[in-house]
């Protein structure tokens, strides 16, 4: 439990490399990203939300929540699911599946199942790393929305080694 940047890196680095990870950049997210650069996007994002907010974290939990926080893995155009049915939907069934393929925690599984919140009533965030990736899925989430340009594959990419850097 400490604030350790490269402990963080070293995490998120190892599951870019994994390929069933790699597999969600199949996935279509927001406006010009997919699932893999939004959840490297969130990833960093809800470590820098600890950073600034002082909190310290376990950074292996933090990675792994955030990575996999939507590891829904289908389109969800082509399963023709509205917003809402989505929305409310598919963090049981990503943490589901990254339980199945990647053995999670209970406080992982927390982060997963409550990243939606306040939408999903009932799965409240139950630790500092579930309240940042919830926060930092907003975050993205608002600025792929708003300036889809910012969040492109590549800019996360870039994002990244900046990152990894600093
Ligand atoms: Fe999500
Ligand atoms: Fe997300």
Not at 39 to 50: D, G, I, K, T
């Amino acid at each position: 439990m400490t604030n350790d940047k490269k402990l963080f890196t070293e995490e998120v680095k190892k599951l870019l490399h994994d390929p069933r990870i790699l597999k969600l950049g199949a996935f279509p997210q927001h406006h010009g990203s997919n699932t893999l650069a939004h959840c490297l996007a969130v990833a960093m994002r809800s470590f820098e939300f600890a950073e600034k907010l002082g909190w310290d974290i376990d950074e292996r939990e933090l990675a792994r929540g955030a990575m996999l926080h939507d590891y829904y893995q289908y389109d969800i155009k082509k399963e023709g699911l509205t917003p809402f049915q989505h929305g409310t939907s598919h963090p049981q069934i990503a943490m589901e599946k990254a339980d199945k393929d990647f053995h999670l925690s209970e406080k992982e599984k927390n982060i997963i199942r409550s990243h939606m919140w306040p939408l999903t009533l009932g799965h409240p965030p139950k630790s500092k790393e579930a309240i940042l990736v919830s926060l930092a899925d907003k975050d993205v989430a608002a600025v792929e929305f708003s300036k889809p340009e910012v969040i492109r594959v590549k800019k996360v990419v870039d994002y990244f080694k900046e990152f990894v850097k600093k």
